[in-house]
């Protein structure tokens, strides 16, 4: 199946695993003959189509990779169109986090692009027989330098023909001085959607005959289901069938109400699961901390901490928070036969197809995933177990079925931040050198990745020895903006102040002191400038707090302004500058960094799950408290990055310093040092 | 029972059937989201008679007579509302997912208040949530809706 015009294929975006093994069989639109993915076609009536298997859950990624691609293509921003995420349609993508967009699919389409303006070219070239050297290309045509009467649309130059080109990895790209959108403010392209309410996210699909199912949960973490006894919601209004298979006991209805009413009245009996009301966090991951790994290991710590002016000893703690995007997880399955569509708001589309496949025992390809709009995700939406959950009931009625949850649902079975604990121990000289620097940081749960995300110190320090664990968990930890950097930047960037109040130095100065990265350093003082940063200004109820970072190879620096009145903290202004590289979007950016802030203003202030009887007890937003509008303070974002260096991530430096930041600025206004998250809680 | 949805003359068969679901799922407008189920978060919020009303908590006997208003309804024959075109002007959104909740409530408070504060923008707002963090480009958007800060 070869579509008309111009076609760009290749391999999965750089850097990704397809480069080690997962070769060729994991593509999406990949048909036997056609190793290699398509990443781009000019259609004969002018316009392009970019695909690329990332989804769009706000992070604007949708209008950054078109802007890339209409900069290498010389042609208007509104002649692009974008298809993501969809396994029957996409390259092959291992899944949308870790601020990787941009990065390495937004290089691989601007190479994709830039091997079709070669190709067009060459037909032009051809078709006005002119050497390319005279040719001038300019909004979706190809002219005459000396005659621009004679000029060929994109469009006319691609009509009547089938051409398929691999990208060239060698392919000149745009230099900066030639972008036209590139580095300019841009709308988001998908904007009229989203204020028409036309954007369709997955809990909006609806499709014909389809059922609503609401699915059986426990009482509490681990408990297992011994009897249910269905027989009062059989015959209800509405209701269609109960379905059990192993463990999953679910209701099936006409619609979303009557489906809710016979589970309400199905009786259960569970046996074991988790109990107890007093559950000590902290006490778990110190009991149980395992499989450390050295991040950092330089010099020799115990030796500097002999010879040492200062040491100082402190333990920080970050509880597990609720990650809460605003639509809960749904999903609607559709069998035909052996085949199966689900249409999903999965952050991995391509990760629930093998997944699917694997349980129905059916190749990929016959599995479609389509993830839609997703309506937030923050890493969470990695998990998904809702496809499978859709598809098995579609599969028992025969019939398509949309399993959505409920808030609280959402909650209970997705994932959580996990909670750290963090012990550092520095020496530093009365000059605020520091000269030694331990860190031991337990994070919850399995995956060691999460715990190791911005453990390592910045500071130009001989003797460092840096360890991460991970350690059991109560409840299913999972990806969160910035994974364990927002943790660890909050034990470090914390400590880092102590060390500037023992010996009476300014935070600005101390950090100065011991920065040699010149990345680190310009965001610093970009930050610091435009915030009025002023050393040695005697606290006041009015607190000031700046704090370093670096997540995703972007650097940043945040400084916040507040007021402490009584156990409410006001947060006034934040001012954050970050160095990510090339900016493709400054508008998209700037909204990324506004966003982490007040995503990081809650973890900072009041957000923490809080567990008894063996299940999370503030799963309602009435009990759960998020930033809301009259929160929000005024921010400002700066960008400090070099446009000759390349892109790095966006959505998720900015939070690792606002929570620091924070308890810094109300350590400056009350004395208070609290090293325990979120901070609100702990004030005197 | 009988009530206009969007200027159209709908029929609803079970007064107790959920507002929201009866737009959602009956009517297919799915503008309107679902987000908490408890009037919590704003995401479901329509106009009925010009008034914001949190659809999730409400039923189709409850506002029987009355005229609602959803997101599709918003705008005429294809021109966008002021409100609509500020959201986009101040690039005031991420996921969108909340936005079409914040869009009604905007919509409300400017009918009864053409000129607001800022400070009457955030309490008019303030039981509406955006995870995405975009609240001051929701600010500067219904200001800039408003023809500019009173």
Partial sequence: ?684 | MALRVNGEEREAPNPRRNLLSYLRYDLGLTGTKYGCGEGLCGACTVLVDGQPLRSCMSNVGAVAGGSITTIEGVGTNGSLHTVQQAFIEESAMQCGYCIPGFIMAAIGLLEREPRPSRDTVRQALSSNLCRCGTYLRIERAVIRAAGGPR
């Fill in chain 1, 1 to 684: 199946m070869r579509d008309a015009g111009l076609s760009i294929v290749g391999d999965t975006a750089p850097g990704f695993p397809a480069r080690q093994g997962y070769g060729t069989r994991a593509y999406g639109n990949t048909s036997p003959g056609t190793p290699l993915a398509r990443w781009l076609l000019m259609r004969p009536d002018g316009r392009v189509t970019i695909f690329a298997g990332k989804v769009e859950y706000g992070q604007n990624i949708r209008t950054g990779l078109a802007v890339e691609v209409a900069d290498e293509l010389r042609m208007p921003l509104s002649a692009v169109d974008v298809v993501l995420g969809d396994t029957d349609q996409t390259p092959w993508d291992m899944g949308t986090f870790g601020s990787q967009s941009t990065a390495r699919v937004g290089l691989q389409l601007r190479m994709a692009a830039a091997t079709a303006r070669e190709a067009l070219l060459e037909l032009a070239s051809q078709r006005l027989d002119l050497p390319r050297e005279d040719l001038v290309m300019r909004d979706g045509s190809v002219a005459s330098n000396a005659d621009p009467g004679r000029a060929f649309t994109y469009g006319q130059l691609v009509d009547g023909q089938t051409i398929e080109r691999e990208i060239d990895e060698e392919v000149a790209l745009t230099k900066e001085r030639d972008f036209t959108v590139m580095g300019s403010d841009v709308r988001r392209i998908d904007a009229q959607a989203r204020v028409t309410g036309r954007a369709v996210y997955a809990q909006d699909v609806l499709r014909p005959g389809m059922l609503f199912a609401r699915i059986l949960r426990g009482p509490s973490f681990g408990a297992r289901l011994v009897e249910v006894d269905a027989s009062a919601a059989e015959h209800m209004p509405g209701m269609v069938s109960v379905v059990r298979d192993g463990d999953l006991v679910a209701v099936l209805a006409d619609d979303d109400e009557s489906a809710d009413r016979a589970l309400s009245v199905i009786q259960a009996t569970w046996e074991g699961g988790a109990r107890g009301s007093k559950i000590d966090i902290p006490g778990i991951l110190a009991e149980t901390k395992r499989d450390p790994v050295a991040v950092q290991e330089t010099g020799d710590v115990d030796e500097a901490f002999r010879h040492a002016d200062h040491i100082l000893e402190a333990t920080y703690y970050a509880p597990h928070v609720s990650t809460l995007p605003m639509e809960p997880r749904a999903a609607v399955a559709e069998w035909d036969g052996d085949k199966l569509t689900v249409w999903a708001g999965a952050q991995r589309p391509f990760g629930l197809r093998t997944e699917l496949a694997g349980m129905f025992r059916v190749p990929e390809s016959d599995v479609s995933v389509i993830s839609m709009e997703i309506g937030g995700g923050f890493g969470t939406k990695s998990w998904y177990p809702t496809g499978a959950e859709a598809a098995k009931l579609a599969r028992i009625a025969g019939r398509p079925v949309r399993v959505a949850y409920t808030r609280q649902e959402d909650a209970t079975e997705g994932t959580f931040r996990p909670a750290a604990l963090i012990e550092i121990k520095s020496a530093f000289g009365t000059d605020g050198t520091i000269t030694a620097w331990q860190c031991e940081a337990i994070h919850a749960g399995p995956m060691g990745y999460i715990a190791q995300r911005g453990a390592q110190t910045p500071y130009a320090v001989r003797d460092v020895a840096v360890h991460v664990y991970c350690a059991n968990t109560l409840v299913r930890v999972g990806s969160y903006r910035s994974l364990g950097a927002a943790a660890n930047h909050f034990a470090r960037e914390s400590h880092v102040d102590e060390i500037a109040s023992t010996i009476g130095l300014d935070p600005f100065e101390l950090r100065m002191r011991n920065l040699s990265d010149a990345r680190y350093r310009s965001v610093l003082e970009a930050a610091a400038s435009r915030f009025g940063w002023q050393s040695g200004v005697p606290p006041t109820n009015r607190g000031v707090g700046l704090s370093i970072g670096e997540d995703v190879g972007s650097y940043v620096a945040s400084c916040v302004e507040l007021a402490v009145e009584g156990r409410e903290i006001r947060v006034r202004r934040v001012v954050t500058a970050i160095d990510c590289g090339l900016v493709v979007n400054p508008e998209g950016v700037r909204n990324q960094v506004e966003g982490s802030t007040v995503m990081g203003l809650g973890g900072a202030l009041y957000e923490a799950i809080e567990i008894g009887e063996g299940s999370i007890l503030n799963t309602s937003l009435s009990r759960y408290q998020v930033p809301r509008i009259t929160d929000s303070p005024e921010i400002e974002v700066v960008l400090t990055g070099d446009p000759g260096a390349p892109s790095t991530g966006a959505g998720e430096p900015g939070l690792v310093t606002v929570a620091p930041a924070v308890a810094n600025a109300v350590f400056d206004s009350t004395g208070q040092r609290v090293r325990e998250l979120p901070l609100k809680r702990q004030l005197r």
